[in-house]
Every structure is written in C-alpha cells, then in structure tokens.
C-alpha cells in the first residue's frame, strides 16, 4: 500500500511536465496576445516589442517554457497583464474555488447519493419518475438559466439570499451556488447510483444479509450500498477537476472571483503566464484526486489490493 | 474450454462454483419488471438449446419484448427520420428571419412562436434536429467506444499500462475545454461538425475511461471471473464475455447523460466563435441564444430545451434497457 | 429589505469612522458612501497605461488635469490650468493654477506634469497610450519606432517655472490644447517615481477622491477627499467599486438592494429596465459609434466600383429597426461618422450620409448589382465572440441584408475566438469581408473621430483605407487656428468618407445606468463614465 502511494506520487512528476508543456504549447499556438492590450488600435510597434520582451514573449517557445519552469520551482508564478503576480491572483481564487467545490460535492454526495438509493429501491414507481424527470431538466435548461432564475427568485423576489457572493466568499453564501454548480453532476451520481444499487440488489451477499435477519436499514447502507459505489467514487473523482476550473458560468453569474473565472479571462487574454499557473495546480488537484478514488476502492471493495 | 458454446456464468451457475447466479435466476421469475420468457427458465438448459444463445442474442430477445425499449426506438426512430427530412413537418426555412417579429409568442402558422431574432421556433427546432442529434449521439458514440476500451484495457490489465494510460486521462482532464476549443477549433475552417465531434471526443474519452476502469477493476474480482480465469480463458475472452456485460452499466449510464451535455457543448463552442457558425442550425446555438432572455421569452428557451430533453430521455431509456437486457441477474 | 438595510449600515460604519460625519436620515448625506459596479482593468492603473472605460472611471476619480470635459456638454474647460497661450498653434506655454495639492500633501506644480508626460512618452516604461503624447517635439527620441531610445525626455517640455512650462509640437495643432483633459495628461506625484510599487497598490492623485482601499480584481474604496481644493468637491462620502464579472449579477445585485448604481445595463434587461427600476434609469448619448469597416488591401473590396457595393449594403441595413428590438433604443442610427455628443458646433451633423444610410432594400439590391455583386456571392461580417453581444447584431444585421437581398446566405456573421486573435487578423491584413470595429473618443473632438480611423495609416485605420483628398483636408483642418474653420475642414473630409463608403457607419452608442432609491443626482458623461462626484446619497 505504501509503495503503491509512493509510485504513484513519482508518476505526477511525468504528468506534471506533460501537462504543463501541453498547455503552454495550447496558450502559444493561439498567437501573440499582445495585439489586444491596445484597445480598437494598433499597438505602436515599439511598445509590442518592448511588452513581448516584458513578459519574455520574444524568446523561442522551448526557452520560454524552460525559464517558466525554472522561475515555477522557485514560486515565481510570473505576472498577469495587468500586473499583478499570478501566485497572488491563485491566492485568492484558490481558496474561494475549493470552499465552493467543497459544497457542490457534498451536496452531489448527499442529495445524489440519497436520491440514487431511493431511485433505485423503489425503480418504476412515481418517486423513480419524477427524479428522471428532474433529470431531464437538469440536463435540457443550461446552468445559466436555472442558475439566473434561481438567483432572481431567491435573491430579488424572495430576498432569502445575496444574489452575489462577497469578496470573502463565506461558506453560507455558497450553498446555492453550489447547487447550481452540482445540479448536472447530480443527475449522473443519481443515476450511477440507481443502477449500481439496482445490479447489486440482487447479489448473494445482499440475499446472505437478508437471510441472516439483518435490518433492511443496514443491508441498504452497508453491505448494498458500499458496494454500489465504486462508479460512483470514479464519477466524483473526475468531477473534482471540472467543479473547479470549469465553474465559469456559475462563477460569472453569483460574481465568484475564483478558479474558472481567472481561467478563462487568462486564455480569453492570451495570458500564458495565469492560464498554465492555474492549470499546473488542477492538475496537481486532479493527480490527488484520482489516488484517493484508487485508494477508496480498495476501501469499498475488499478483494481489491494494491501492491 | 475456449470453445465453450454457451455462457460460463451459467456454466458455472450449474457446476455449483458461483452460487449467486443460481440465487439470481431462480429469483427471475417473481422479478416484477423482465418479461418472463422461455429463456428466463434458468440457466440449466440443456447444451442443444444454448447453443443458439449468446448473451447478447438473449438480451436482444428481452428487448424486442420490453415496453421502454421500443418506445424510446420509436421516439428514436422519429428524430432520425426528421433529422433526415426535416421538411416533412416543418416546411418553413429556418434561415428566414423577421426582426419585426422578435420574441413574439405562439401565432396561426408559427405555433411556438418566434426567437430573439424574429426567427420561426417551430422551424427551426425541426431543422436543427439534425446538427444537434449528429453531434449528440457522433459524439457519445466516440466517446464512449474509445474511453470503455482504453479505460477496460487499463482496469483489466492494471500495473505499467494502467498506469501510463491513467496518467494520459490526468492530462486531457487538465486541458480547460475553453482553451481546447479556442486552440484546436479555430484552426478548422469551413462549418463542418464533424471538427466539433472530433474535439469531443477528444476530451471527453478521459471520463468513461475512468468509469470503465473502475468498473472493470470491481467485475474482475468476480468470483465467475476468476473461475473462468482458472479455466484457462483467454484474456480476450475474459474481457469481451465475462467482465464487459458487468461493467458495461455505470458507462451506459453516463454516456446516455453525457449525450445531452453534448449537445449544449456545441452550442458553448458555437459562443465562444469556434464551433459551427450560421448558417448552421442547432438546438444548441438556439438555446444559448434564448437563454438571456428567459425572463421575456421563456417560449424561445423552452422549445429547443424541450427537444434536447426528449432526446436524452429516449436515449436514457433505450440505455436502461439495455443494460437490463445484459443483466443475468435480472433474468 | 433586509439585506439592504444590512448594506446600509455597513457603508454607513465605514463612513463614520473615516469621516467622522454621523450618517442618519435626510437628504443628500454627504458622507454616505454608494457602491458602484465596476470591471478589473486589464492593465495597470497608471494613466499613460489605462485605455478602457473601467480603469479610466478610476482615473477620473483621483485625477484631474489641465482641462476637464463639462460631464454634460463634453466641453473642455480649465481645470488646474491658469491659461494655455499660443500664437502659432505649435507653441504653447502653460501656466497651472496655484493651490494644487494631491491628497498626500504633495503640490502640483508644472514639474508634475511634464514628468508624468515624459514618463508616458518614454518607450522604456511600457505605456500604452504613449502615442498621446507623439505631437509633442522630441518624441522620436524617447519612442522610436524601432532600435533604442536616445533620449529619456521629451525637447519639446520645458519647466520655466514652478507653476509655468512650455510645450513645443512638431507640427501644427491648433485643437492640441482641448486634448488635455484626457487622462493620459493628468500629473503624477513624486511617489509615482520613488516607490511605483506602492503607488500602485494605492495611487495617489489630486482629483475629488482618495483611495482608501484597493483589493486587485475585487474591490477599491474611495472616499471623498476633504482637502480638494477644485470647485467640483464630491457631494457623497465615497465611493465603493465592486468588481462583477458579469453585468448581469450587477443589475440583479441592484434590483436585491445590495448596489446602487450599475453603469452598464445587460442588453438582455433592456426591455425590463422600466418594471425594474421605474425612472431610476438613465439613457444618454456618448462618444462612441460603431461601424463595419472594410479590407481595402483586399482587391475583392477595394477596387474602384464597388464603392456601389458598399452603400448598397449600407441601405440595406435595417438600423431603425435594429437599435429599437435588439438595443432597445440605447443606440441611435448613426447619419454621420462622428456623435451627437460633439454637438453642431463640434463637428457633428445629422444626416450627413444622407441616402446612403437610409434603408432602402429596393436599391440596396440595385446598388451591389451594379457594382457588381457580393464578392464571392457572400459577405462574412467578422466579430469577436469574446466581449459584448456582438452576436446578436451582426446576425440581425445578416438578417436585415439577406432579407433585403432575398438570399438567406448573402450575409453570415463569422466569429473570432479572441479579441488579441480579432485584433491580430485586423493587423496582419487577413480579414476576408467587413468586420466590427467600434470608436470610444478620447476627447470630444471631430479630429478624433477622423483622424485615427481614416487618415492614411492612422493608428486606428483598421480597414487601412487611404484617400489623398481627405488626408489633405484634415491636414487643412489641423493647421487652422480658427476652431470654426476647422471644422468645416473635417467635415468636407467626412464627405470624401462617405462618397466612398469608407465604412459603414451603424448607429450611436449611449450609456445607460440603472440605480438605487438612495441616489439622486446620477448622470453619465460624454464617455459614457458616471459622474460620482455630483450624486448624491440618501
């Protein structure tokens, strides 16, 4: 077991480089960003020149590569168009994000999980319907709608929420956001639950449980359940990643300064600096992530074993 | 062994080494949603009978037979005929466009109305059928082919391969769809989409992968799995006969959502100026361009959405019974 | 509401402690602070660097320069400059009012500005807009075009005093001295220099308001500065800008209570802003306008004939219809290439394209046969899909051409990913057909609205179209010294613009705000930039 966790963490060391290097060619490839700092006019060539030696744009790819790596190993981030170094930016995106995907994978655990398990012992009747309609809902209205009706309801009509979350991003301000953000990830983990739930109502072990005169409770919870959830561990796991740095639209519509935001103003800017600094970093998050879903399995599913 | 011509579960089933499956079937019959049918007897059929049957012939005998299965066919069957022909029922063009028009409701002739452009909803909910299904099912096609496979190798197989292959999955899920949209798609010219299929498949092959890699590493432990492993089957075997009915359900499940996300993936592409540009119509395209005006024109938001749902829950239910229709247990 | 009154109390705290004012009831509290919406500038604060609205709303705040621009007449008037002589529209001598101070103490004196100037201008620190200062004699030196600077200031600034310096220009420019308001020009204090850091994480300036707290890319509080010696004092205690990402959350933080002014209204809201908000929205005209400009290097567009081409497809766009559904009237079709907001005396005059842009789908169809067809048989309108909702016009626009044409592909909308790939296409000559481009004045000038767009080579000439007649007259123009004569120069020039359907020009742009029950007193300036120092609160 420790080995296994020991290769694994030497294995990031590969995907850390590879991904770094991939999305640095990514930022490159879509062209010089200097051409929008000017506003609708043209950069006076001198002042292009001088910028791209600024943030070390004209130097070739592989040497811009080396020297941001050499600068990362040191901490040095390298500074955003606007000046401001991109270690301070992922200081305070950072925190706001994974408080955030914080609450939108307990709320898919919870609600989802809770929701599968009823789905799935009660498959066919009314309650198993109108989930999968939810569903559909879910699916069909985009992230945006929901989330802008959602905040004007709540928000303005109601007043029982801040339509936008403050700068400190309290945990209270996030449930709903949260939700917002967990809604299509719910109906998978709903889903995945529901038919694993489903497949293994039937297995022997459950049968040997029952048979022994264990209460329904108890079958459902420990010996049904956990072994239900394995594709629903994987599910969460590849979630965490798109949770964080994909949250644009939730982001953008409670005014949350975090991960998706910064992202995607950095590649919408061109920003090579912020956009592999924040995604350097989810990788680290998604390499994490994956060991421990690794790990849980083994948790889950006795016969499973790591050398 | 290897020529064993009728399922090893059941082979094992009546040789007494998986005792779960005999619980299984002779439940089957007091199940309340399989058809019971000549097959769902048991699995101590004579060898002559079973010959005939595979898994798979035995899952397309329950399906012909389920309710869900052959209404979400026909439901199926219905978008792909419209998505051929759209003109059959709506025989406006969906490029005519009346900016006088915008945002008004359901009229004589224009029965959901028109969208923010002054453009006829009901026409052009018909007409992107086709964009919108294409990429939809391409894409979750490729998907899930490329990721189950990749993903059942690496679970299947384990140790160095699982582990290169693992760490591939971990940097495609780095790259910010945003960024492989704008680097990858804005060098494709012209307005095919099949450049978008290609992109999402692409980045979405590293989810199933995982998925089916879970899903794998958990069926391999199977006790019928290491009985047929003990009985000399061939790795292949072991893959495609035992381990892949099993694991097939968490991946039915999340392609058949994930057909969905597709859909509105395109249309994300399409605002972001690299997916497909008019003249294309999508339901995507449609829908991200009513959702801002949800509060004035729900009617413009809600046809298109309404098409995509109906879509996914056909493709949904067909997906529950098929994986219904794999399960021995449930026989 | 509950969360408002929170909000309330809040400000009202804040307000106490830094003032000392209590904060109760009444009208027009001049210590209440109010909270305004406001974007992360992408590029430093400092005002030679700062070329967008949200990083030059912060700059009117804390600066003010030799001219100010009136907030309503968009005339530019002394501000710290005692007078700005001349006799030959290329010399000038400038002499600063005395009793300016910035907030830490500092005094502006002429030294203030002509080092804020040469910084701006010197090739070394990277501004954007140093080209502001290119008229000035010298400037060759200290920002080449290319190789390295020989020089770290400009010849042409000379202090001569302490209140006193002169500026000499390497050509004529008689209107060079109402070009001064612009931010760009304002002083800088010593600290700007001696410690840039600091001054950057909380600048320092001389205008109304002082910087009491900035947090990069979420909020900067300013409060009114007790010791502003100008005559335009702020009448509230302050102002909170909070960064929103979106608009749209601005504008629904506003109907919550929890804002109270939103400078830029979401087009999508446009047509509930009446039930919303009620009278508490305002709709005024600014310098912005907005045109399809064409690839003159491309033979396809600029050949001689299909000048035709070009008006056709401006008679046939549907602008009334257009800026009524799609901008719910916070655009007005543009019958000139200039704005409202210069006024008849300034230069603007309605009407003066005339038939060319008047829609007319009957001859817009007469006018591309003649010229001889689309080429191609299609026109790709090239936008950037990145900022705004460009989208939604240049595909009505599409619309309105394919309607009038009768060919629902004569016109597709083709969206580029970025702005910098946007810009880069325009730079590198690539564009295939039309495309966006939009113009917020720096000054309320015609020369503004001419010169940069459509001289040869004008920095902002995207379209790089080239006309010896019109470069002669603005050339005429800028030599007189009589303002009136001027613009009847620029405004032939504008002729020769639109006998060739340069571009196309689209429609005006106005600024458009929402706000509290709490304020009075808001209105937006000529550059569509609210004017905080003349609202009120309470």
Redesign the interface.
Same mark, same amino acid.
């Given at each position: 077991m420790g080995r296994y966790v020991v290769r694994r963490l030497l294995q990031m060391i590969p995907v850390f480089v590879g991904a770094t290097l991939l999305i640095f060619l990514m930022v490159h490839v879509? !062209?010089?960003?200097?051409?929008?700092?000017?506003?609708?006019?043209?950069?006076?060539?001198?002042?292009a020149?001088?910028?791209r030696g600024?943030f070390g744009l004209d130097q070739p790819v592989w040497r811009q590569y080396l020297t941001y790596m050499g600068n990362v190993l040191t901490g040095d981030f390298g500074t955003a168009?606007?000046?401001?170094p991109v270690t $301070?930016?992922m200081g305070?995106a950072f925190p706001v994000t994974i408080r955030l995907t914080l609450v939108a994978i307990v709320l898919e655990i919870v609600i989802g999980i809770t929701l599968g398990v009823v789905t799935g012992l009660r498959r066919g009747r009314p309650v198993d319907t109108s989930v999968l309609l939810l569903t559909l809902v879910v699916i069909s209205v985009p992230t945006f709608v929901t989330g802008?009706l959602i905040?004007?309801l709540l928000?303005?009509t109601w007043?029982w929420i801040?339509?936008?979350v403050s700068?400190e991003a309290p945990l209270g301000e996030l449930i709903v956001p949260g939700l917002v953000l967990a809604s299509v990830s719910l109906a998978y983990v709903t889903r995945l639950t529901r038919t694993s739930l489903a497949e293994n109502r039937r297995s022997d072990y459950v049968r040997t449980a029952i048979a022994k005169g264990l209460p329904r409770r108890r079958v459902v919870t420990r010996h049904l359940l956990r072994n239900s959830l394995i594709p629903v561990v994987t599910f969460i796991g590849t979630d965490i990643g798109a949770l964080m740095g994909g949250a644009i639209v939730t $982001?953008?519509?409670?005014?949350?300064?975090g991960v998706g935001?910064q992202l995607y103003q950095g590649?919408?800017?061109?920003n090579t600096q912020t956009v592999v600094g924040f995604v350097t970093v989810l990788v680290l998050v998604f390499l994490v992530a994956n060991l421990l879903v690794d790990l849980l399995y083994a948790v889950l599913d006795p016969r499973i074993r790591y050398a | 062994m290897p020529e064993q011509p009728y399922e090893p579960e059941r082979a094992m089933a009546g040789t007494g080494m998986g005792g779960q499956m005999d619980l299984a079937a002779s439940e089957a019959t007091s199940l309340e949603k399989t058809p019971a049918g000549p097959e769902g007897t048991g699995p101590e059929g004579t060898g002559a009978e079973d010959k005939a049957r595979s898994l798979w012939s035995d899952a397309w005998r329950d399906l012909r037979r389920n309710p869900v299965f052959l209404v979400s066919s026909l439901v199926i069957c219905f978008l792909v005929v419209i998505s051929l022909w759209p003109s059959l029922i709506a025989s406006g063009?969906p490029?005519?466009?009346?900016?006088?028009k915008?945002q008004e409701g359901s009229q004589p002739g224009h029965p959901f109305g028109f969208n923010?452009?002054?453009c006829d909803v009901y026409t052009r909910t018909v007409h992107g059928a086709r964009t919108s299904v294409t990429v939809g099912v391409c894409a979750t096609l490729g998907v899930a082919l490329l990721g189950s496979v990749l993903g059942g190798l690496a679970g299947f197989f384990g140790g160095a391969w699982d582990g290169f292959l693992s760490r591939i999955t971990d940097v495609f899920f780095a790259i910010p769809v945003v960024l492989g949209?704008?680097v990858l798609l804005?060098v494709v010219t012209g307005n095919s989409l099949w450049p978008v299929v290609g992109f999402m498949v692409l980045l979405g092959w590293p989810q199933i992968s995982r998925i089916a890699r879970g899903a794998v590493i958990t069926a391999k432990h199977n006790d019928y799995v290491l009985a047929a492993r003990a009985l000399g089957a061939s790795p292949s075997r072991l893959l495609l006969r035992h381990i892949a009915p099993n694991a097939v359900a968490p991946v039915i499940v999340v392609a058949t959502i994930a057909l969905g996300t597709y859909i509105a993936l395109e249309a994300t592409l399409?605002?972001?100026?690299?997916g497909l540009?008019?003249?294309s119509v999508s339901w995507g395209i449609d829908i991200s361009?009513a959702s801002?005006?949800v509060?004035?024109a729900p009617h413009a938001l809600l046809w298109p959405s309404g098409a995509l749902a109906v879509t996914v829950l056909a493709f949904i239910m067909l997906g529950d019974a098929v994986r219904d229709a794999l399960d021995p247990k449930l026989r | 509401?509950?969360?408002a009154t929170y909000a309330t109390r809040a400000v009202c705290a804040a307000a106490v402690v830094l003032a000392g004012t209590a904060c109760g009831g009444g009208t027009g509290d001049s210590g209440a602070v109010l909270s305004s919406s406001w974007g992360?500038?992408?590029?430093?604060l400092e005002p030679a660097n700062t070329?967008?609205v949200q990083g030059g709303k912060v700059l009117d705040m804390i600066f003010r320069g030799l001219k100010r621009y009136h907030p309503e007449t968009g005339e530019a008037e002394d501000m710290l400059a005692e007078r700005i002589e001349t006799s030959d529209s290329r010399n000038f001598r400038v002499t600063v009012k005395d009793g300016w101070t910035f907030s830490n103490g500092e005094k502006v004196t002429a030294r203030s500005f002509v080092d804020a100037w040469n910084y701006g201008a010197s090739?070394?620190n990277?501004?954007?807009n140093?080209?502001f200062f290119s008229y000035i004699d010298g400037y060759d030196k200290v920002?080449?075009?290319?190789g390295r600077q020989t020089a770290d200031t400009l010849s042409g600034l000379k202090v001569t005093g302490e209140r006193t310096f002169t500026v000499r220009l390497n050509q004529t420019f008689s209107t060079f001295p109402e070009t001064l308001g612009y931010p760009a020009f304002a002083p800088l204090p010593r600290l700007f220099f001696d410690d840039h850091g600091a001054w950057?994480k909380k600048p320092v300036g001389n205008g109304p308001y002082l910087v009491q707290n900035y947090?990069?890319?979420?909020?900067m509080s300013l409060r009114a500065w007790d010791g502003y010696p100008g005559h335009d004092k702020a009448r509230n205690g302050g102002v909170d800008l909070k960064?929103?990402?979106?608009n749209?959350?601005?504008y629904?933080?506003l109907?919550?209570g929890?804002l109270d002014l939103v400078d830029d209204i979401?087009?999508?809201?446009l047509? &509930?802003v009446e039930t919303d908000l009620g009278d508490r929205y305002i709709n005024t005209p600014a310098g912005i306008i907005q045109t399809l400009a064409f690839p003159f290097y491309d033979r396809n567009w600029g050949k001689d004939g299909m000048e035709k081409v070009r008006t056709g497809l401006s008679k046939a766009i549907?602008r009334d219809?257009?800026t009524e559904?799609?901008f719910r009237s916070t655009r007005t079709p543009a019958t000139d290439w200039t704005s409202p907001v210069l006024g008849e005396d300034g230069g603007y005059r309605e009407g003066l394209c005339g038939d060319a842009c008047r829609y007319d789908p009957d001859a817009a169809k007469r006018l591309i046969e003649e010229g001889g067809g689309l080429p191609g048989g299609q026109v790709k309108i090239t936008y &950037?899909?990145?900022t705004g909702s460009h989208?939604?016009w240049v595909?009505?626009v599409?619309?309105?051409i394919?309607?009038a044409l009768g060919d629902?592909?004569a016109c597709? !909308?083709?969206?580029?990913?970025?702005?910098?790939?946007?810009?880069?296409q325009?730079?590198d000559r690539k564009m295939p057909g039309p495309f966006r481009?939009?113009?917020?004045m720096d000054y309320p000038l015609i020369q503004n609205f001419l010169q940069?767009l459509y001289y040869t080579n004008g920095?902002?000439n995207?379209g790089r179209w080239s006309d010896r007649k019109f470069d002669d007259l603005v050339d005429r123009a800028n030599a007189e010294t009589d303002t009136g004569k001027a613009v009847d120069f620029f405004r032939q020039a504008e002729e020769v613009l639109r006998d060739d359907m340069a571009a196309i020009p689209l429609w005006y742009q106005n600024g458009s705000a929402g706000y509290s029950e709490r304020l009075s007193g808001v209105r937006l300036n000529p550059f569509s930039v609210p004017v905080y120092e003349q609202i009120k609160v309470g």
């Open positions: 879509m !062209g010089d960003p200097i051409a929008g700092l000017c506003g609708e006019r043209e950069c006076d060539p001198a002042t020149a001088r910028l600024e168009f606007n000046g401001q $301070e930016l305070t802008l905040q004007l928000g303005v007043g801040k339509p936008s700068a $982001e953008r519509i409670f005014n949350i300064h935001y590649i919408l800017r061109q | 063009n490029l005519a466009c009346d900016l006088a915008a923010g452009q002054g949209g704008l804005s399409s605002y972001l100026g690299v540009k008019p003249p361009a801002p005006y509060r004035n | 509401m509950r969360t992360d500038p992408p590029n430093p070329n967008e090739l070394r990277n501004q954007r140093a080209y920002h080449p075009e290319g950057l947090t990069r890319g979420s909020q960064v929103y990402t979106d749209n959350t601005a629904t933080d109907m919550a929890n979401p087009a999508a809201q047509k &509930n549907d219809q257009i559904t799609i &950037n899909a990145d989208k939604q595909d009505a599409c619309n309105s394919n309607n629902d592909r597709v !909308g083709s969206p580029v990913g970025t702005f910098a790939d946007f810009r880069n325009i730079t481009a939009g113009w917020q940069p920095s902002s995207d």
